[in-house]
T-cell receptor
Framework: AQKITQTQPGMFVQEKEAVTLDCTYD???????LFWYKQPSSGEMIFLIY??????QNATEGRYSLNFQKARKSANLVISASQLGDSAMYFC??????????????FGKGTKLTVNP | NAGVTQTPKFRILKIGQSMTLQCTQDMNHNYMYWYRQDPGMGLKLIYY???????DKGEVPNGYNVSRSTTEDFPLRLELAAPSQTSVYFC?????????????FGSGTRLTVV
């Protein structure tokens, strides 16, 4: 069964607007962590934001926020005030069993975001 | 900080050749990983290690081997290269006690098998 699902192969947004990238996950483990990574055309993987399953508040990092809806098993990334440099592939990832469980980070297939001027 | 260093950045192999992808981290991370990324796809885990002397298979381990003799180094060995191993390979590391710091990735090795 697919652990991480990103249903949007591609997204377009106008510069300075906000955009939401969808991510749903599947796990029966009560302790897990959710991650978002950015991969620009240069190829490197850049860590953006982290949300733990027991965290009470949604994570935020600058213009990035994670809309965490535990009951729906969704962890959508919200980018506010999009910039041209935000154009990249975005990957959602999950690690189950944060304490003594799986050490593996599982990735979704990604969403390609294009920011238009 | 150098972070995670991978060498080489590019390599072309002929079918049946072997090679080792090098990975070194200087952050004293206990966990290290090898992923492959095929065109237009996400990353798939090949092997991982939770500490020196300990390695385990990931999702796609066939055709690869690893070793972890030190905390810093985690080389990936390809034996008898096949066209299906054409991919971009990423090494990553993390510190188990601080999930919120994420995983640090190397810049990748682009491998072509012809």
């Amino acid at each position: 069964a697919q652990k991480i699902t990103q249903t949007q192969p591609g997204m377009f947004v106008q510069e300075k607007e906000a955009v939401t990238l969808d991510c749903t996950y599947d796990t029966s483990d009560p302790s897990y962590g959710l991650f978002w990574y950015k991969q620009p055309s240069s190829g490197e993987m850049i860590f953006l934001i982290y949300q733990g399953s027991y965290d009470q508040q949604n994570a935020t990092e600058g213009r990035y926020s994670l809309n965490f809806q535990k009951a729906r098993k969704s962890a959508n990334l919200v980018i506010s005030a999009s910039q041209l440099g935000d154009s990249a592939m975005y990957f959602c990832a999950m690690r189950e069993g944060l304490w003594g469980g799986s050490e593996k980070l599982v990735f979704g297939k990604g969403t390609k975001l294009t920011v238009n001027p | 900080n150098a972070g995670v260093t991978q060498t080489p950045k590019f390599r072309i192999l002929k079918i049946g050749q072997s090679m080792t992808l090098q990975c070194t981290q200087d952050m004293n991370h206990n966990y290290m990983y090898w992923y492959r990324q095929d065109p237009g796809m996400g990353l798939k885990l090949i092997y991982y290690s939770v500490g020196a002397g300990i390695t385990d298979k990931g999702e796609v381990p066939n055709g690869y081997n690893v070793s972890r003799s030190t905390t810093e180094d985690f080389p990936l060995r390809l034996e008898l290269a096949a066209p299906s191993q054409t991919s971009v390979y990423f090494c990553a590391s993390s510190y188990s006690a601080r999930q919120e710091d994420g995983y640090t990735f190397g810049s990748g090795t682009r491998l072509t098998v012809v």
